[in-house]
């Protein structure tokens, strides 16, 4: 299998493909994909999830947390390294918009996902081959998307208990495996 160039650079920075470590974590770029909120293909050579090592290592202790109480479910991986060409797009499509404070400005070194410290991730069921409903779509940018008012967002029937309960254990599983939670994106560790 040829890598992209994209991917062999990233090898050359010595990140690491997590399906080279654990082959059942689920791996399904966002930013490959025109689903996402740009509306753009913005990563048009890479279909691999690369980590920093020791976010790698750390990542499979979470599949392993996650499989040991729920054999049916698997990590989905919708973002992981992000090249800062690819976070520049993103930051200009935000910059001066409300919509700022969930993009990492590049001018100011970016943020963790271009250093290969940062995973967007959520919970596939493999019976169904669907993520688990968390009541806002991964690159939600707004306040549902939130993880300090969700019990405010369950009584005012924003989220649903289960969705609540969907998000608490995979922050659960990732906080586990010593991955912090950030508070404005339920995905984002």
Known sequence: ????????????????NIADLDSTIAV????????????????????????????AKALVKAQALLKADHPGYTLNIYDATRTMSVQRKMW???????????????????????????????????????????????????????????????????LTPQEKENRELLRKVMRGAGFRALHSDWWHF
Not at 35 to 53: I, K, Q, R, S, W
Not at 136 to 152: K, M, S, Y
């Open 1 to 16: 299998l040829t890598k992209s160039d994209t991917a062999l650079r990233l090898d050359s920075l010595g990140l690491v």
């Open 28 to 55: 399904s770029l966002l930013y490959a994909t025109s689903g996402n909120f740009t509306g753009e293909v913005l990563y048009d050579d890479l279909t691999e999830a690369y980590l920093h090592p020791e976010a």
């Open 92 to 158: 200009d499509l935000v910059k001066g918009t409300s919509k700022n404070i969930y993009v990492s400005n590049p001018s100011r070194g970016g943020g963790l996902h271009n250093y290969g410290l940062a995973v967007d991730i959520s919970i596939l069921d493999t019976a169904t081959n669907m993520p688990l409903p968390m009541g806002t779509e991964v690159d939600h940018l707004g306040q549902e998307a939130h993880i300090t008012h969700e019990a405010q967002l369950v009584k005012n029937g924003v």
